[in-house]
């Protein structure tokens, strides 16, 4: 525990809500541009004024930063680039105002290093004719300030699992405010959030994103990451993405990756599910690899999980790497649920890899 965080200092929001009502000029556009840092795991943004409202990415400029204060430049070099990618409505700012996705290029216009649209776009559009559909579950767990899970006891532990996947009640469900304000900020942004609930671990939750058509899936993704960090850190609570952030009998988070194609969502396309699973299969390891980091701590088996170092698949079983909703199993159509991919995963490295090894064919 960090003593410099455990600290309860706050701004009262009903002082800073006279300042939010004050009339903004019809001639300006707060624009807060966003990118993945260093780390690949964590969101940096920050905000310019525009003289017009855009209306897509391409009408908004070019920008940058100083990547040495974010793990992704020398000093003596230090200019990244922002190239906007996705615009959306600000939920915080509201009016003509917008939160924009951005990718991130060194300062010979090559992508950073944990820049993984690039490739995803490029896989994207290879495979634009299957008209590949993601639906991802994105697991997290609520802290206090101090490190520890929001409202848990102080020194110690809550009942064991059980009550709470699905929960209600003061002891049941911990911190739906934040899950219930980040549901209405998706909805108004625009993200395509399908839906949430409370996890098998108190004060871990999962929200859906999808399901959407190819590169729209990591930019709704990273985005509704940004609105979750924003609107917990307006409650003074932490969102933690670990994928194992309590060691012992407490489920890990997830992002379970919902897929399909064209073709398997017509009839029989169970046989395209079939075909894809033995192609995903052929390349376990490449895909973990993709998948987050820390996976091998939430991967073990146990806890509705497989093992990290064994391929299986399985209607309706939640052991396994992939599983064949019992529905799609009956329909003999739909689509499959990788539930490799951990909490931290960058969705355009899973998209990605995914579409390559089931639509586009690649092998290692
Ligand atoms: P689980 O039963 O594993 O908890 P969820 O209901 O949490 O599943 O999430 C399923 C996700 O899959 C949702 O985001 C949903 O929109 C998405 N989905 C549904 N149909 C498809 C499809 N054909 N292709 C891809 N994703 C889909
Ligand atoms: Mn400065
Ligand atoms: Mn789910
Ligand atoms: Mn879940
Ligand atoms: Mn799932």
């Known amino acids: 525990?960090?003593?410099?965080?455990?600290?309860?200092?706050?701004?009262?929001?009903?002082?800073?809500?006279?300042?939010?009502?004050?009339?903004?000029?019809?001639?300006?556009?707060?624009?807060?541009?966003?990118?993945?840092?260093?780390?690949?795991?964590?969101?940096?943004?920050?905000?310019?004024?525009?003289?017009?409202?855009?209306?897509?990415?391409?009408?908004?400029p070019w920008w940058n930063f100083d990547g040495s204060s974010t793990g992704q430049a020398e000093g003596s070099n230090s200019d990244i680039y922002l190239k906007p990618v996705a615009i959306y409505k600000d939920p915080?700012?509201?009016?003509?105002?917008?939160?924009?996705?951005?990718?991130?290029?060194?300062?010979?216009?090559?992508?950073?290093?944990?820049?993984?649209?690039?490739?995803c776009e490029e896989a994207m559009n290879a495979a634009h004719s299957e008209h590949p559909w993601f639906g991802l579950e994105q697991e997290y767990t609520l802290l206090d300030r101090d490190g520890w899970p929001f409202g848990w006891p102080k020194g110690g532990f809550p009942h064991p699992q059980g009550p709470y996947y699905c929960g209600v009640g003061a002891c049941q469900?911990?911190?739906?405010?934040?899950?219930?304000?980040?549901?209405?900020?998706?909805?108004?942004?625009?993200?395509?959030?399908?839906?949430?609930n409370a996890e098998v671990m108190p004060a871990q939750w999962e929200y859906q994103v999808g399901p959407c058509e190819g590169i729209?899936?990591?930019?709704?993704?990273?985005?509704?990451?940004?609105?979750?960090?924003?609107?917990?850190?307006?409650?003074?609570?932490q969102v933690?993405?670990?994928?194992?952030?309590?060691?012992?009998?407490?489920?890990?988070?997830?992002?379970?990756?919902n897929f399909s194609t064209l073709a398997m969502r017509e009839p029989n396309g169970i046989e395209a599910i079939?075909?894809?699973?033995?192609?995903?299969?052929?390349?376990?390891?490449?895909?973990?690899?993709?998948?987050g980091k820390g996976n091998e701590r939430r991967l073990t088996g146990r806890h509705e999980t497989a093992s990290i170092n064994q391929f299986n698949a399985g209607i309706a079983n939640r052991g396994a790497s992939i599983r064949i909703p019992r529905q799609v199993g009956e329909d003999k159509c739909g689509y499959l649920e990788d539930r490799r991919p951990a909490s931290n995963c960058d969705p355009y490295a899973v998209t990605d890899i995914i579409v390559?090894?089931?639509?586009?064919?690649?092998k290692d």
């Open 1 to 60: 525990m960090n003593p410099a965080f455990s600290n309860t200092a706050a701004t009262d929001k009903a002082v800073l809500r006279r300042y939010l009502d004050l009339p903004q000029p019809d001639d300006k556009v707060m624009a807060t541009y966003i990118w993945i840092d260093g780390t690949g795991e964590n969101l940096r943004a920050k905000t310019r004024t525009l003289d017009q409202e855009p209306k897509s990415p391409k009408e908004l």
């Open 92 to 119: 915080f700012m509201l009016g003509r105002n917008k939160l924009v996705m951005c990718e991130t290029y060194k300062y010979n216009k090559e992508p950073t290093a944990t820049n993984k649209r690039l490739s």
């Open 356 to 362: 390559r090894t089931i639509c586009l064919k690649e």
């Open 240 to 257: 933690s993405f670990n994928p194992k952030p309590i060691p012992g009998d407490w489920n890990g988070a997830g992002c379970h990756t």
């Open 216 to 237: 729209e899936a990591g930019d709704q993704l990273w985005l509704s990451r940004y609105l979750l960090l924003r609107i917990a850190e307006e409650f003074g609570v």
């Open 173 to 196: 469900a911990l911190g739906r405010d934040i899950v219930e304000a980040h549901y209405k900020a998706c909805l108004y942004a625009g993200i395509n959030i399908s839906g949430t």
């Open 274 to 291: 079939d075909e894809a699973i033995s192609r995903l299969k052929a390349r376990h390891k490449t895909h973990i690899a993709m998948y």
